[in-house]
């Protein structure tokens, strides 16, 4: 459940992104701040000229290569720019800048640069470039792959998901092999999606039709016939991407609006997260105890339930 001010295609200016974040960062290309802190605001454009040898850039599936920060030598992961980037948790807000044209200039009374916005994406792993010409060549540059998440995708309707062959043991499997694969290798437009979906049924068919929250049944069918649940995810405001089965819950529309909007939702969110653990512990001790014909291969949710991040 994504909550923020911007609109796709309008353009700002520094300050209004700034105040949003509740940041005072004067220089950088990435922003975040304390009154947003599940957001991290990222500006390409003007930095990476062709002649630089590298540049930000929007792929074909829509998917975006956008550079990590450090202006000289390598780039390292513990800048924290980058640190944050990596953390694949935080949802971007991605906007693009160009220098304001004579006319612009004109119209506004004085030079300023504007910040066209491109839409909210997930970071799906990263990978290192190394520039072979420019004044880059030959550093160890770091280049992070962003997915959109709101787009038309997002919003579609899981139902016919919830149908689709293979148990909770598989599923779960499944999505525990996949997050070993992150972040060393990034992930597409339609991969992201595709895992999205796994994760999403996974916790529809954890959930059973009765909501992880509050524990009443879903409130209505949908359209499939099937009880209507929203799959939270509890460390991310994007609800979508490939997450672990712990992350994420199935709950009521009520109970959604609840932990994103009340002004309890940190606790709201903290108990939310015991729940899920209790009922990961339980199908993992059932599927120990023969629960499934299939080996649980479990992502390691001994230590997952000993280290609890906070929301
Ligand atoms: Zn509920
Ligand atoms: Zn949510």
Not at 21 to 32: C, T
Not at 170 to 176: D, G, V
Not at 206 to 211: K, L, T
Not at 271 to 282: I, R, Y
Request: with cysteine.
């Amino acid at each position: 459940m994504l909550l923020h001010p911007f609109v796709i295609g309008e353009k700002y200016r520094r300050p209004q992104l700034l105040e949003f974040l509740g940041s005072k960062q004067q220089m950088s290309g990435v922003l975040w701040g304390n009154i947003q802190p599940g957001y991290l605001i990222c500006t390409s454009g003007g930095r990476h000229g062709k002649q630089a040898g590298y540049k930000d850039e929007a792929l074909a599936d829509g998917s975006w290569w956008y550079f990590g920060q450090g202006k000289q030598g390598d780039q390292l992961l513990k800048n924290a720019a980058n640190a944050r980037l990596a953390s694949e948790n935080l949802v971007i807000l991605l906007f693009t800048t160009r220098e304001p044209t004579a006319k612009e200039v004109a119209q506004q009374g004085g030079y300023g640069k504007l910040m066209r916005f491109e839409g909210c994406f997930c970071v799906t792993g990263y990978e290192h470039f190394v520039p072979i010409e420019g004044p880059r060549k030959g550093d160890r540059l770091i280049r992070f792959r962003l997915v959109q998440v709101d787009t038309e995708q997002a919003t579609l309707s899981w139902a016919d998901e919830t149908q689709e062959e293979g148990n909770l043991y598989s599923l779960r499997e499944m999505l525990n092999k996949h997050i070993k694969e992150l972040p060393e290798k990034s992930v597409g437009t339609r991969e992201f999606w595709r895992r999205s979906r796994e994760i999403r049924r996974y916790a529809l068919r954890r959930a059973n039709g009765i909501c992880e929250a509050c524990g009443e049944p879903a409130p209505f069918k949908d359209q499939a016939g099937l009880p209507f649940l929203e799959v939270h995810h509890l460390h991310r405001l994007a609800d979508s991407g490939p997450d672990k089965p712990g992350n994420v819950a199935a709950i009521c529309p009520n109970c959604h609006r609840r932990a994103h909007l009340s002004f309890d939702r940190a606790s709201f969110n903290k108990t939310l997260e015991e729940k899920v653990w209790a009922a990961e512990s339980k199908i993992l001790a059932d599927s120990s105890r023969g629960g499934t014909s299939n080996q649980v291969n479990d992502y390691d949710l001994a230590r997952d339930l000993s280290a609890p991040s906070s929301v």
